[in-house]
């Protein structure tokens, strides 16, 4: 959103614009070539409308003539419109640990499926605690049995790595 906001605050508008010749775009999109600023600035006061500086890269720089108010509330209305349509993925955790008992592995489970038919992902993180660091092998079965009880509502997205004395997984829904 800040760098759409700093591009209109960059163009030049009217007064501010400091080149001797413009090339003139009309209000309707008609060229009308290359002329002095001072004149350019007349046909958009005549026409009761601005003069904004659209491409000052070039040689001689571009303008056109437009309501530039209209301009920024027609960008800022697009700006919502895409806002609008973006969706949100949040990432949902799942915490297990090697020695979990089936009826809690299932819960588990059935909570991670209700997470990713809501469309978000889940984070699968297993944690290692004391001498259960030396079974690791343990840590790879239990996520193994867990990616099986959801294969329905999602797949593995990053397989189960171990991360210091933590195993992570992510799972993304199936139909995204």
């Known amino acids: 959103m800040k760098w759409r906001w700093r591009i209109i605050k960059e163009l030049e508008i009217n007064e501010e614009i400091r080149d001797r010749e413009v090339r003139l775009i009309d209000a309707d999109g008609e060229q009308l070539g290359i002329v ?11 026409k009761r409308l601005d003069l904004v500086k659209i491409a000052p890269q070039a040689k001689p720089p571009v303008c056109r003539i437009m309501d530039f108010g209209k301009y920024k509330y027609e ?8 806002k609008k349509k973006q969706k949100i993925v949040s990432v949902k955790e799942v915490r297990l640990s090697p020695n ?3 009826h809690d592995l299932g819960v588990k489970a059935s909570n991670a499926v209700k ?3 809501s469309g978000d992902k889940v984070k699968v993180t297993l944690r290692f ?8 092998d343990l840590g790879y079965a239990v996520m193994d049995k867990f990616t099986q009880l959801i294969s329905e509502a999602g797949i593995v997205e990053k397989k189960p ?4 004395k933590s195993m992570i ?3 993304t829904p199936k139909n995204a």
């Open 129 to 136: 605690r004391g001498r259960e660091a030396g079974y690791v």
């Open 75 to 82: 960008l800022s209305k697009k700006e919502k419109e895409a």
């Open 36 to 46: 002095p600023t001072k004149k350019a600035m007349e046909i958009a006061a005549e």
């Open 100 to 102: 979990i008992e089936e």
């Open 169 to 171: 997984m992510i799972l």
């Open 115 to 117: 997470f990713l038919s």
């Open 161 to 164: 790595i171990l991360e210091g």
